[in-house]
Structures are given as C-alpha cells and as structure tokens.
C-alpha cells in the first residue's frame, strides 16, 4: 500500500472508531438492558418485555427501503446522517412513558422504540455500505476489527457505570420515582452522546468516490445497477443467508428466556448483569482483534463456521444454571467473547460475496432479516414461556430446558449452510498498490468540493 493510502486508511479508521466510541456509549444507555430494566420497572409483563426485546430486530426489516432513500437523498452519508438525527428524536418518547398514564405508558415506550428503530435500521445500512466504499477491501478485515473493538471497549464500562448510579437511585437514595428518573437523565445522555458520534465522520465525501471502477465490481459479468438489488452470482449470498436466517431463529427463540431466566429466576441485577456483559465485551476485543488478521490472509467462511460452534455450546452453561446458580453464566458470557469473531466474519463475508457498487439491498436483507426472524422467535418463545410457566408444576419438563436444548440443536447445525459459500479470494496487495494511489486521488478531490 503506497505512503498515501496507508495515510488516507489510518484517518479514515481513526475517525471511525471516535465515532464507534461515542455511538456505542450512547446506544449503550439507550438501548439493550437499560429499556428492559427500565420497562421491567414500570411493572411491564411478560408479553410487554418480549415486545420490547423484539421490536428493535422486527422493525429494522424496513432498512430494505435503504436503496430507495439513497437515491432520494442522492447519497448514502446524507441518509446516514439524517436518519441517524432523526433517530434520536423520535427515541425521546420512551423517556417521556415515565410522565404518561398508566394505560397509556407501554404504548408511548413501544412506539417510540418503533420510529427511532426503523430509522436506526435505515442509517446503519446506509452507514456500513459507505464505510464498505471507503475503505480497501483487502483490509476489511483489520478495519472492522477496530470498529468493533471500540464499540466492544464502550460496552465493557459504560453500561456498568450507568447500573452502579441506577442501583444507588434505588438502593440508598430509597426512592423507586428517583430511580426512574435516573433512568430518563442517563438517556438523555446516551442521546446527546450518538449525536455526538457523528462529527468525526463529516469530513469524508458523500459519494464513492473512494471506490475506484475496477474495484466496484468483482465480477465484470454484474448487472448494472438499475437492473437489479440482487448480487451477481447469487449462489454463495444465499447460503449466507440462509445460514444467517437459521441461525437467528434459533437464537431468537432464546431471547426472552436468557432475560426471564436471569431477572426473575436467578434474580440478577443489573450490575451484575453488566458485569458479565463487559466480560463478554472485553473478550469480543480480543477475538475481533485476532479475527481481522486472520481474515485479512486466510478469508472468512472457515473461521465464521469454527467460531460458531463454539460459540454455541455457551447454551450449555445456561442449561446448567437452571440449578438456580447464577456464576454458571460467567461461562456461557466467556464463550460469547467469541462473537466478535461471528460477526466480523459474518458481516465481512456478506460484503465479499456481493458487488460494493449496490450492496445496500442485500445487507439490509442479511442483517436486518435476520434479526426479524430473531425478533419473531424472541416473541413466540417468551409468549410460549409465559404459557408453560402459568402452568407452574404441572409441565412435565422445564420449560427454560425445552427452550435452551433445542437452541443448542439448532446453533450447532447452523454452519453447515456454509459448506456451500464459494469465498472469492482475496485481492493480492501489490496487484492494489496503483489503484490505492488513484483511490486517494479521487478522495483527495472529492473533500476538496
């Protein structure tokens, strides 16, 4: 890689990762375990979590119009960028549930997780495929990695700083109202910081110009861009995606029971939540960290399907804590340290096998169809647990069992849908070196409009 795009590269990645630190501390109050703890605290039901652990994943299904509004808004930074604003607007409703009245205060959270997900769906698609124009495709695999290790950082701290203050409101200060209100001060908060995330990345160019023609496209055999959202070949897409599809389902089924199990069953708080959570993460850094070399040599498929496994006999850990021990769980978070070598591979061998010059239709297929599915499953499987659990000791087998073994059966056959990915193979470094120096040429031109 010539002096030049090694320079262009460290720029881009460092503005990255200042805004992947500042979007996940953010998110990281705003989102997640926070509005789960927080509805639970209002008095939400069963039901009412399972909606709230879902609708994130069901409402991001409408990122496929990604492309549409790409064209409306004549660039996929502008759309990032003001989907994102509009977001965090519209997240400000589920706050405001504290100030509703009762009958009324679900309705306002849910809806205005609806609006800010959907639009959240829509800026992350559009977000990825201009990170995915920007940068090289050969350091994919490294430039990801820093990504995601700034957003595995955040979430080992901030999230657990947030309970300690959380769990103060309600422990010493002795006041449940406080505690609520601690709740709406730290999202206001996490808000201000994702609008703050933006501002690292505004000097990059709209367009993609960063893509040089002889890049955008593996295939010279592609359809033009009009004719089709669909990549060309679709073969090897496919069984990404039908991995992709079945492994969510199974994980999804799961959703609400791991939350269930844990608030109600082994009566975990929320520090103690996040304390297991930032094992997770801080083990995520350093798998991501070895994913990124690895890939950037090696390729993605085999070490996605080897990482997959693994990561799936967490569930065993689970099922073993159904003695009413929580500390089974620092194993089962241990092993989902490896996620952040799933979903570096995963999210980098969709973007291979898939031209870069129209890849918002596809991604958002991938990502946000799958977490449908987990968001459907999420539901079925905690309206299914509400059922069975009604029943109390009349359920010939524990249901938390049921859920969780055959979970397990379904993660561990998971990979074998990849067996059919045919990996394109990595581009040569000093076939690249001249097409980097026009690259930075065309950059350099386009931040200079």
């Given at each position: 890689?010539?002096?030049?795009?090694?320079?262009?590269?460290?720029?881009?990645?460092?503005?990255v990762?200042?805004?992947?630190?500042?979007?996940?501390?953010?998110?990281?109050?705003?989102?997640?375990?926070?509005?789960?703890?927080?509805?639970?605290?209002?008095?939400?039901?069963?039901?009412?979590?399972?909606?709230?652990?879902?609708?994130?994943?069901?409402?991001g299904?409408?990122?496929?119009?990604?492309?549409?509004?790409?064209?409306?808004?004549?660039?996929?930074?502008?759309?990032?960028?003001?989907?994102?604003?509009?977001?965090?607007?519209?997240?400000?409703?589920?706050?405001?549930?504290?100030?509703?009245?009762?009958?009324?205060?679900?309705?306002?959270?849910?809806?205005?997780?609806?609006?800010?997900?959907?639009?959240?769906?829509?800026?992350?698609?559009?977000?990825?495929?201009?990170?995915?124009?920007?940068?090289?495709?050969?350091e994919?695999?490294?430039?990801?990695?820093?990504?995601?290790?700034?957003?595995a950082?955040?979430?080992?701290?901030?999230?657990l700083?947030?309970?300690?203050?959380?769990?103060w409101?309600?422990?010493?200060?002795?006041?449940?109202?406080?505690?609520?209100?601690?709740?709406?001060?730290?999202?206001?908060?996490?808000?201000?910081?994702?609008?703050?995330?933006?501002l690292?990345?505004?000097?990059?160019p709209?367009?993609?110009?960063?893509?040089?023609?002889?890049?955008?496209?593996?295939?010279?055999?592609?359809?033009?861009?009009?004719?089709?959202?669909?990549?060309?070949?679709?073969?090897?897409?496919?069984?990404?995606?039908?991995?992709?599809?079945?492994?969510?389902?199974?994980?999804?089924?799961?959703?609400?029971a791991?939350?269930?199990?844990?608030?109600?069953?082994?009566?975990?708080?929320?520090?103690?939540?996040?304390?297991?959570?930032?094992?997770?993460?801080?083990?995520?850094?350093a798998?991501?960290?070895?994913?990124?070399?690895?890939?950037?040599?090696?390729?993605?498929?085999?070490?996605?399907?080897?990482?997959?496994?693994l990561?799936?006999?967490?569930?065993?850990?689970?099922?073993?804590?159904?003695?009413?021990?929580?500390?089974?769980?620092?194993?089962?978070?241990?092993?989902?340290?490896?996620f952040?070598?799933?979903?570096?591979?995963?999210?980098?061998?969709v973007?291979k096998?898939?031209?870069?010059?129209?890849?918002?239709?596809?991604?958002?297929?991938?990502?946000?169809?799958s977490?449908?599915?987990?968001?459907?499953?999420?539901?079925?499987?905690?309206?299914?647990?509400?059922?069975?659990?009604?029943?109390?000791?009349?359920?010939?087998?524990d249901?938390?069992?049921?859920?969780?073994?055959?979970?397990?059966?379904?993660?561990?056959?998971?990979?074998?849908?990849?067996?059919?990915?045919?990996?394109?193979?990595?581009?040569?470094?000093?076939?690249?070196?001249?097409?980097?120096?026009?690259?930075?040429?065309?950059?350099?031109?386009?931040?200079?409009?």
């Amino acid at each position: 890689m010539s002096n030049a795009a090694h320079s262009r590269l460290t720029s881009l990645s460092r503005d990255v990762v200042w805004n992947q630190l500042l979007f996940t501390a953010g998110y990281a109050l705003t989102s997640g375990g926070f509005v789960s703890y927080f509805a639970a605290d209002l008095g939400a039901k069963s039901h009412v979590i399972g909606w709230v652990l879902a609708l994130p994943e069901l409402v991001g299904t409408c990122a496929v119009f990604t492309p549409w509004l790409v064209k409306q808004l004549r660039g996929k930074k502008r759309l990032f960028l003001f989907a994102s604003v509009a977001a965090r607007l519209t997240a400000l409703l589920i706050p405001l549930a504290l100030w509703l009245p009762p009958e009324s205060a679900f309705s306002g959270l849910l809806g205005g997780m609806v609006l800010a997900g959907i639009l959240q769906a829509v800026a992350y698609t559009a977000y990825l495929s201009w990170l995915s124009d920007l940068a090289p495709e050969r350091e994919w695999g490294r430039f990801f990695a820093r990504r995601n290790m700034a957003h595995a950082a955040v979430l080992i701290f901030v999230p657990l700083l947030g309970s300690l203050l959380r769990d103060w409101l309600r422990n010493e200060a002795g006041s449940e109202t406080l505690a609520l209100t601690g709740y709406v001060v730290t999202f206001l908060v996490g808000s201000a910081l994702q609008l703050a995330s933006l501002l690292p990345l505004l000097k990059w160019p709209n367009s993609e110009a960063g893509v040089s023609p002889k890049k955008a496209e593996r295939k010279p055999e592609a359809v033009p861009v009009e004719a089709s959202h669909w990549p060309t070949p679709i073969r090897s897409f496919l069984f990404v995606l039908a991995f992709s599809y079945w492994l969510a389902f199974f994980q999804g089924l799961t959703q609400t029971a791991f939350f269930l199990h844990g608030y109600r069953q082994l009566q975990l708080s929320l520090t103690q939540y996040y304390m297991l959570a930032g094992t997770m993460y801080l083990l995520q850094m350093a798998t991501a960290w070895l994913a990124g070399r690895w890939c950037d040599r090696h390729g993605y498929r085999n070490l996605l399907m080897a990482s997959t496994w693994l990561v799936g006999t967490s569930l065993l850990f689970w099922l073993a804590s159904l003695d009413g021990r929580w500390l089974w769980l620092w194993g089962a978070y241990a092993l989902w340290g490896g996620f952040g070598t799933v979903n570096l591979s995963l999210q980098n061998l969709v973007l291979k096998v898939i031209p870069r010059s129209r890849n918002t239709f596809p991604i958002a297929v991938y990502r946000f169809g799958s977490g449908g599915i987990a968001g459907l499953m999420g539901l079925a499987g905690g309206y299914w647990l509400e059922q069975q659990l009604a029943l109390k000791d009349s359920a010939a087998i524990d249901p938390f069992l049921m859920l969780f073994a055959v979970s397990l059966a379904g993660r561990m056959l998971a990979p074998l849908w990849l067996l059919g990915v045919r990996e394109p193979q990595q581009i040569p470094i000093e076939e690249s070196i001249s097409e980097d120096d026009q690259t930075n040429q065309d950059s350099a031109v386009t931040r200079g409009r």
